[in-house]
């Protein structure tokens, strides 16, 4: 006998050796692959005293290694024996037939053994097999070499690990002494169980996977996953551990607890296996969804109301930590470590939070409305309802406010930026919950299509601090209210259409106060696209009204129209006042004074009655007004200290003018063409290399050539030829080349 192999043996029948781990494992999956028959030091293996409990997270996940190395050593051993012989011949087996042999001698050897070290075994071969196909030594779902069998056997094993623990948790005391201990300060063995099925488990398939109870799994998922982050009370200790120190505001001692808190959480196992936990949850939560819809929502429900709970706990500790708001130069050198830890943990609660609620999104999207129908199950009271993909979605939304704090670490939800912080996962699961609760389809319920909506709007205008953050906390808040407010406008705005007109009011006064800051430049940038959304929403509501009614609207299929119209006179201005140099820029305010016109422009042409449109053609003839007067203004304002800014924000405002135009109805646009012929006039050919002219009237061929409305084209195209020479500079003026090729499409 082979002396590697007896030194091997003896070592597996101690409870305890010197060898180191790794050798030991590298010994073990040496001989599973190369002696005649893996089926004895398979059971011996898995009833060793060394692998017995108490069990290690350690010597588990070496376990599993050890048979996943296994697999490949085999592979490759038998493909060194039969170089030329991959797919055998009449009289001789392929290389994945014997292979699969192996693999079946593997599992013999797992039969009687515990149900978490059956779990670790299989669930290496499986993933040793799951290696192999990825790189195309194996076919993709093919089933070969054993792989349906090793599947069965991962199910089962993680199933006798459930059945377990599920019968000691209904049953009487006596059934935990069956339960397998765990090592001192290591996870108790069901935990230790997910973290393993986490590596296999997501690559059984779909049909095999239900075969589980998979409620059960969710719940022991989503609490390991609790677990991890201490159930969200991991900052609670932060606060008095944080004192001054020298002309630093923190300073965290290292004598204090919560360090050691930190250190506990990083090195935890649950921790470390968190992204492949959160990934088998939302796999099952998925799975669940799509095969049983009824269940699934109630099941993807709990789990979303932990997420929130977590969320809820972690930002109430956060307000009071004394962290919110501070910069790195505060924070004394040696404390700045810890506070990186802290950054780490949040964002991994983030990515977690993401990782489960996309894919519950994504799958409830796809639920015929009949599958979530009924407002209670027959067995229950109303209290239970079975929720919606509505209520779910508002669940995600309430969880991403109560993480805005740390959204905005990645520049917000409404970022356009392509940076390394760009995280368009946590975009897709924001828009996709928004989508579905704004979606027009009746859910089931007696309440009116869009209230769910509204009443989270309500929720965010009236939103402060975490309730119960006492007065201390509202003084410490920092940069929270900002984000906090960031993404409460960032949903608002996408809610807008739903929105009833008594709602209107509460919605602009929350934009109010940041509609003239930029000094946070998310929570400025949303509040205008609040507003606009707003005016936007009455432009499609009065389109609608008119495409249906073929007559102006009555006031009460209007109403809320006197709102806002009332807005128009004091955004124009708004607009205006925010179009110097750091505020809005040269694109927001085009887009946004066109948007405006536009929607001052909507009751336009709703009456056969030439008042009728006189009147509605009073609010753009005040936009076009104030635009004016602010152009030919003649002193500069106080804000532009040189006339070079001052120059700029001239020449913003006239492009401004131009964006106008195809908002604007025929009996304005005489004016307004008027208007930018003289601007345009004004302005020299060249200065010294100052192309403002030559921009202006790029700018306005391009609003005439792609957005001017078939209604005005005839009567702008006609002005265009009649003053293009002039505007170019004479047909028979010299121009260089490159000005004569720029504008030969003019």
């Known amino acids: 006998m082979d002396r590697g192999y007896t030194n091997l043996l003896f070592h597996l029948n101690r409870p305890s050796t010197a060898l180191p781990l790794q050798t030991l494992t590298a010994s073990l999956s040496h001989y599973l692959s190369s002696l005649p028959s893996p089926t004895p030091l398979t059971a011996i293996s898995i009833s060793s005293p060394f692998f017995a409990p108490p ?22 051993s ?109 996870v108790e063995a069901l935990s230790l169980a997910l973290i393993l099925a986490s590596h296999s488990l997501p690559l059984v398939p779909t049909p095999k996977l239900k075969a589980l109870s998979l409620p059960i799994l969710a719940h022991h998922l989503t609490s390991t996953i609790s677990s991890a982050f201490q159930s969200g009370s991991f900052l609670d200790l932060l606060p008095s551990s944080i004192t001054p120190k020298d002309v630093y505001k923190i300073h965290i001692s290292p004598t204090s607890s919560f360090p050691s808190t930190l250190t506990r959480i990083l090195a935890s196992p649950l921790y470390t296996s968190l992204a492949l936990l959160s990934k088998l949850t939302a796999c099952v939560l998925s799975t669940l969804v799509e095969s049983k819809p009824s269940m699934g929502l109630v099941v993807a429900g709990r789990t979303l109301n932990v997420m929130e709970g977590l969320a809820r706990d972690v930002e109430r500790a956060w307000v009071v930590g004394g962290l919110d708001g501070v910069y790195e130069d505060d924070i004394e050198p040696e404390s700045r470590e810890l506070t990186t830890q802290i950054w780490t943990i949040l964002k991994t609660f983030l990515f977690t939070t993401i990782m489960i609620s996309e894919s519950i999104l994504s799958t409830t999207v796809f639920i015929p409305p009949s599958s979530f129908s009924s407002s209670s199950s027959p067995s229950t009271s109303t209290s239970t ?89 509202k003084e410490r808040r920092g940069q929270l209210q900002p984000a906090k407010k960031a993404f409460a406008l960032a949903c608002i705005e996408q809610l807008v259409p739903i929105l009833s007109d008594n709602s209107l009011p509460m919605v602009f006064q929350t934009c109010f106060p940041y509609l003239y800051d930029p000094s946070h430049r998310e929570t400025f940038e949303s509040a205008h696209s609040v507003v606009l959304g707003i005016f936007a929403a009455h432009a499609q509501k009065v389109a609608d009204v008119k495409l249906n009614a073929k007559q102006r609207p009555s006031n009460s299929e209007l109403k809320g129209t006197t709102f806002v119209e009332s807005l128009v006179p004091f955004y124009a201005g708004c607009l205006i006042e925010n179009s110097v140099s750091g505020r809005l820029s040269t694109p927001q305010l085009r887009l946004a004074y066109s948007a405006l016109v536009r929607s001052a422009s909507s009751g336009a ?37 040189s006339a070079s800014d001052g120059r700029d924000h001239l020449h913003r405002l006239h492009l401004t003018l131009i964006s106008t135009l195809p908002s604007l109805h025929l009996p304005l646009l005489s004016r307004a063409l008027d208007s930018i012929r003289s601007m345009v006039l004004s302005l020299p050919l060249h200065t010294d ?5 030559k921009e202006l009237v790029e700018e306005l061929f391009k609003e005439i050539l792609e957005k001017v409305g078939d209604r005005e084209k005839e009567t702008v195209m006609r002005w265009w030829y009649d003053v293009r020479a002039e505007l170019l500079g004479g047909g028979g003026e010299k121009r260089e080349e490159g000005e004569a090729t720029t504008l030969s499409r003019l």
């Open 55 to 76: 069990l290690s997270h350690i010597e588990l996940s070496a376990l599993s290694t050890a048979f996943r190395h296994a697999v490949h050593l085999k592979h490759k």
């Open 78 to 186: 038998l493909i060194d024996d039969h170089p030329g012989n991959v797919l055998g011949t009449l009289f001789s087996r392929g290389v994945k037939v014997r292979l699969r042999d192996w693999v079946r001698d593997v599992l013999k050897g797992l039969e009687g053994g515990v149900g978490v070290l059956r779990l670790a075994c299989a669930g290496g071969v499986l993933t040793g097999l799951g290696d192999l196909e990825g790189v195309g030594k194996l076919k993709a779902g093919s089933g070969e070499a054993g792989r349906g069998r090793v599947e069965d056997e991962v199910v089962v094993a993680l199933a006798d690990v459930m059945e377990l623990y599920e019968s000691a948790a209904h049953g009487g005391g006596w059934e935990k002494e069956f339960q397998p201990v765990t090592g001192q300060g290591d």
């Open 385 to 473: 309802q079975t929720p919606t993909p509505k209520s779910l979605s508002l669940q995600t939304l309430q969880t991403l406010s109560h993480l805005s704090f740390i959204i905005s670490q990645f520049g917000g939800v409404t970022t356009t930026s392509t940076s390394s912080t760009d995280f368009p996962e946590l975009k897709k699961t924001f828009y996709i919950a928004l989508d579905v609760l704004t979606s027009s389809e009746q859910e089931g319920s007696s309440v009116e299509n869009g209230s769910m909506g509204e009443q989270f709007v309500k929720r965010l205008c009236a939103e402060d601090v975490p309730s119960g953050a006492g007065g201390e906390a």
């Open 605 to 641: 042409h709703t009456s056969t009655s030439s008042s009728a449109d006189a009147r509605a053609l009073a609010l753009p003839q005040f936009c076009i007004d104030t635009l004016l007067s602010a152009i030919n203004a003649p002193s500069t304002p106080s804000s532009l200290p």
């Open 689 to 693: 290399g100052d192309e403002r002219r």
